[in-house]
C-alpha cells in the first residue's frame, strides 16, 4: 500500500513538482515549502547575541529600543528574499509562520525573549489588509509566539494612514512624514508590558520608530523589535 502511494506521490510530482520557495528547486517528498539546504544556508546575523548590533544602532538617537534583531539579511537575489516575495505577493502565508517558529525558537534558546510579555505585528493599513487578505507580518509573529509560547496582540495597535514612499527622503524628512501613522486603540491591554514589534522587514527603521514612538505613549511600555532580514541602504 505504502509502496502504491509512494508510486502514486512520485507521479503526481513529476505532472506537478512542487518547488523550493527559496531557491526553486525540486523539493523532497519530506520538504514542505522550503527545502532543507535553503533552512541551513541562509546566512544568520546572530543579532540577538549581539546587543550593539547595527538593526539596534539603526535606532540610537531616535526612539528607546531595548533590544532589536533580525533573522538574515534582505540581499538581490538572496533565498529569504524570494521567500519573503512568495509571503508577500504570493500569499504563502505559511513561509511566515514557518520561518518565524525557525527564528523564534532561535531567540527563545538565547534568552532574548525571557522578558517580553507579548508580540505585536507592525499592523498594514486596512485597506492593504483587505486587498492582500492578510498581514505578513501577523504569519511570521504566529511563528516567533508559538516557539516562545507568547500571546500574539493584533487589535492593540493600527495603522491609520498609509505612508507615503520613503525613498529619497533625508531622515529628518521621514520621520515627518511617518509621525503619527499609526494609533494605540487599546492602550489597556498593554499598559506596563514588554512588548516585541515584528516586521519582515526593516530598512530605514522609519516604520518601527514610529509604531515604538505611538506605542510608547502608553505608561510604563517597552519596545523591542525583530524582523525576518535586515535591509542595509
Ligand atoms: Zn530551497
Known sequence: MSYLYDFWDDFISLLFPRLCYGCGNYLLRNENLICTECYVVIPRTNYHNEPDNPVAQLFWGRCP??????????N??????????????????EIGYDLGKLYGSSLTTSGFMTDIDMIIPVPLHPSKLR????????????????AASLPVEVKALTRVIISA????????????????????TDPQTITGKHILL??????????????????MKVANVRVSVVALAYATV
Request: net charge positive; charged share 30%; glycine share 8%.
Open 76 to 93: 538581490k537575489g538572496s533565498r529569504i528574499r524570494n521567500l519573503i516575495h512568495n509571503l508577500k505577493y504570493k500569499g504563502i502565508r
Open 65 to 74: 529600543i531595548e533590544k532589536a534583531a533580525a533573522f538574515s539579511y534582505y
Open 198 to 215: 515584528v516586521d519582515d522587514v526593516i530598512t530605514t527603521g522609519s516604520t518601527i520608530e514610529s509604531c515604538t514612538n505611538e506605542l
Open 165 to 184: 514612499t520613503q525613498t529619497k527622503k533625508s531622515r529628518y524628512e521621514r520621520w515627518t512624514n511617518v509621525e503619527r501613522i499609526f494609533k494605540v
Open 131 to 146: 486587498i492582500r487578505g492578510f498581514n505578513q507580518s501577523e504569519s511570521i509573529s504566529e511563528g516567533i509566539g508559538e
